[in-house]
């Protein structure tokens, strides 16, 4: 292919993903994926796409180590797995205090807590069930931005038993001659198997995607499966028939136990289903939700508002140390599940409201509700501009902003910075191989 072109380059930086950087003629920067640098490499540039590969290195950096996975770079889920784990979390550090530095955000990072677990830290696992070129079942994740299945054999990050349940299926299919879906022919039988376990009780819900409702050979799957997997506590069938991407149809059955695991997060029981939104690394989160309660220092008699609360898992992690907890989630799902959750730990002085967390805090600005803290938990996009001036005429004493974009986060603190003051701060490596890093940030009243 002409448009292909084989360079070698000299890496000189790492961008704010992991991807290493170099120039080409002196000017024009490139981006070449598991690179590190100061790395010497021989590349493939794509003329008309701009994308890099790097096909061979010719001098290494000291701070890569030898991937304990083959397919890293197919699957695209881990893209610092080349890299030492205490070089990962200085690259995490160092990104979040340029960010502040570059904004001028007067504060800086000492601390980011490492993940005990290196690997096997996932509770959740989602593959695909394809036919291979050879008409053989395989399993896998999606290539990053693509329909194309990543065939896998053992993934790190998910734990033995969660492996050896995504295998199992594929030999029970073979066995009973159960097919795969076929995405682009619409037919098969099994498309997804969902893993979800829940680390404190040891508990393991299986959820099988099916296309529709038909599942030759149900109850000798199920027998199967139980035989060769002994802890799964709960096996579902999930009817999904829609040409999605979506993994999750809306119709379930359950084929054998309740139908949900239970887990426990900072103390609190959780009733986990196939739906049910859930920390995807409790071990860290519980560490994540201990340092929102440090810097809350919170009192008996603060009423606190969880925005963008989820299942209300911060919020009742809390609700023990103050007077009164406001939950505020745009999900119907984990609204309902919040609420039974609340219940189920008899837990009295938290509620839960259905509403966008900015319309919600524009109208408690206006009824000058006093609230006296609010810890925010938004999704990547941030916060927006309405949502933080509310706050600023709430007036609450702290803010307690978790993030896991360190990219919006400054963005947003920029609107508090005007009437408060950054006091406290800790990062949080819940993706070990990731670039992705959690910040906990404790801003109070000037
Ligand atoms: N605090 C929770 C969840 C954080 S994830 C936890 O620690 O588990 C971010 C949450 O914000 C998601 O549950 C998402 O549904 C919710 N969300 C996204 N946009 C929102 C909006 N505009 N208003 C309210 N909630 C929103």
């Given at each position: 292919?002409e448009n292909i072109?084989k360079?070698q380059?000299?890496?000189?930086g790492?961008?704010?993903?992991?991807?290493?950087?170099a120039?080409?003629?002196?000017?024009k920067?490139?981006?070449?994926p598991?690179?590190?640098?100061?790395?010497?490499?021989?590349?493939?540039?794509?003329k008309?796409?701009e994308?890099?590969?790097?096909?061979r290195?010719?001098?290494?950096s000291?701070?890569?180590e030898?991937?304990?996975?083959d397919?890293?770079?197919?699957?695209?889920s881990c893209?610092?797995l080349?890299?030492?784990?205490?070089?990962?979390?200085n690259f995490?550090k160092?990104?979040?205090?340029?960010?502040?530095?570059?904004e001028?955000?007067?504060?800086?990072f000492?601390?980011?807590l490492e993940s005990?677990k290196?690997?096997a830290?996932?509770?959740k696992?989602q593959?695909?069930?394809?036919l291979?070129?050879?008409?053989?079942?395989?399993?896998?994740?999606y290539e990053?931005?693509s329909h194309k299945?990543?065939?896998?054999?053992t993934?790190?990050?998910?734990?033995n038993?969660?492996?050896?349940i995504?295998?199992?299926?594929a030999?029970?299919?073979?066995?009973?001659?159960?097919a795969?879906?076929?995405?682009?022919?619409?037919?098969?039988?099994?498309r997804?198997?969902?893993?979800r376990e829940a680390?404190k009780?040891n508990q393991?819900?299986?959820?099988?995607?099916t296309?529709?409702?038909?599942?030759?050979?149900?109850?000798?799957?199920?027998?199967?499966?139980r035989?060769?997997c002994?802890?799964?506590?709960?096996i579902?069938?999930?009817?999904?028939?829609r040409?999605t991407?979506?993994i999750?149809g809306?119709?379930?059955?359950?084929l054998?136990g309740d139908?949900f695991i239970?887990?426990?997060?900072?103390g609190?029981?959780?009733?986990i289903s196939s739906?049910?939104?859930?920390?995807?690394n409790?071990?860290q989160?519980?560490?994540l939700?201990?340092k929102?309660?440090?810097?809350?220092e919170?009192?008996?008699?603060?009423?606190?508002v969880?925005?963008?609360c989820?299942?209300g898992?911060?919020?009742?992690?809390?609700a023990?140390?103050?007077?009164?907890?406001i939950g505020?989630?745009?999900?119907?799902n984990s609204v309902?599940?919040?609420?039974m959750n609340?219940?189920?730990?008899?837990?009295?002085?938290?509620?839960?409201?259905?509403?966008?967390?900015?319309?919600y805090?524009?109208k408690l600005?206006?009824?000058?509700?006093?609230?006296d803290a609010?810890?925010?938990d938004?999704p990547?996009s941030?916060?927006?501009?309405?949502f933080?001036?509310?706050?600023?005429?709430?007036?609450p004493?702290?803010?307690i902003y978790?993030s896991?974009?360190?990219?919006?986060?400054?963005?947003?603190?920029k609107?508090?910075?005007?009437?408060?003051s950054?006091?406290?701060?800790a990062l949080?490596?819940m993706?070990?191989?990731?670039?992705?890093v959690?910040?906990?940030?404790?801003?109070?009243?000037?």
């Amino acid at each position: 292919m002409e448009n292909i072109k084989k360079l070698q380059v000299k890496c000189v930086g790492i961008n704010d993903f992991g991807q290493g950087e170099a120039f080409l003629d002196k000017k024009k920067k490139i981006v070449i994926p598991y690179m590190l640098p100061k790395e010497l490499g021989t590349i493939e540039y794509d003329k008309y796409t701009e994308r890099c590969k790097l096909i061979r290195l010719e001098k290494e950096s000291n701070i890569r180590e030898k991937p304990k996975c083959d397919i890293y770079q197919k699957c695209g889920s881990c893209q610092l797995l080349h890299m030492r784990y205490q070089e990962q979390l200085n690259f995490k550090k160092d990104l979040v205090n340029r960010l502040f530095k570059e904004e001028k955000i007067p504060f800086s990072f000492k601390e980011i807590l490492e993940s005990e677990k290196k690997s096997a830290y996932r509770n959740k696992m989602q593959v695909a069930y394809k036919l291979n070129k050879d008409q053989k079942i395989v399993y896998g994740f999606y290539e990053e931005d693509s329909h194309k299945v990543i065939p896998l054999d053992t993934c790190l990050n998910q734990s033995n038993y969660q492996n050896e349940i995504a295998h199992a299926i594929a030999l029970i299919m073979r066995e009973l001659r159960i097919a795969p879906y076929n995405e682009d022919k619409r037919i098969g039988v099994i498309r997804f198997a969902l893993i979800r376990e829940a680390f404190k009780t040891n508990q393991i819900l299986v959820t099988i995607v099916t296309n529709g409702e038909m599942f030759p050979a149900r109850s000798e799957f199920v027998k199967r499966l139980r035989a060769r997997c002994p802890y799964v506590t709960t096996i579902i069938q999930n009817y999904n028939s829609r040409k999605t991407s979506i993994i999750l149809g809306d119709t379930e059955r359950v084929l054998y136990g309740d139908g949900f695991i239970e887990d426990y997060l900072c103390g609190i029981k959780f009733n986990i289903s196939s739906k049910t939104f859930y920390q995807i690394n409790p071990l860290q989160a519980e560490r994540l939700y201990n340092k929102v309660s440090e810097f809350g220092e919170f009192t008996k008699d603060d009423v606190v508002v969880d925005a963008y609360c989820g299942v209300g898992t911060i919020g009742m992690s809390v609700a023990d140390k103050v007077k009164h907890v406001i939950g505020v989630e745009n999900n119907k799902n984990s609204v309902q599940c919040a609420k039974m959750n609340a219940n189920l730990n008899k837990i009295k002085n938290v509620e839960f409201v259905l509403d966008d967390a900015t319309d919600y805090l524009v109208k408690l600005a206006k009824n000058n509700a006093k609230i006296d803290a609010l810890i925010m938990d938004p999704p990547r996009s941030g916060s927006t501009v309405n949502f933080l001036e509310s706050v600023k005429k709430l007036k609450p004493k702290k803010v307690i902003y978790v993030s896991c974009d360190p990219h919006t986060l400054v963005r947003d603190l920029k609107t508090l910075l005007t009437d408060y003051s950054i006091t406290n701060g800790a990062l949080v490596d819940m993706f070990v191989g990731t670039y992705h890093v959690e910040c906990v940030v404790c801003l109070e009243r000037r």
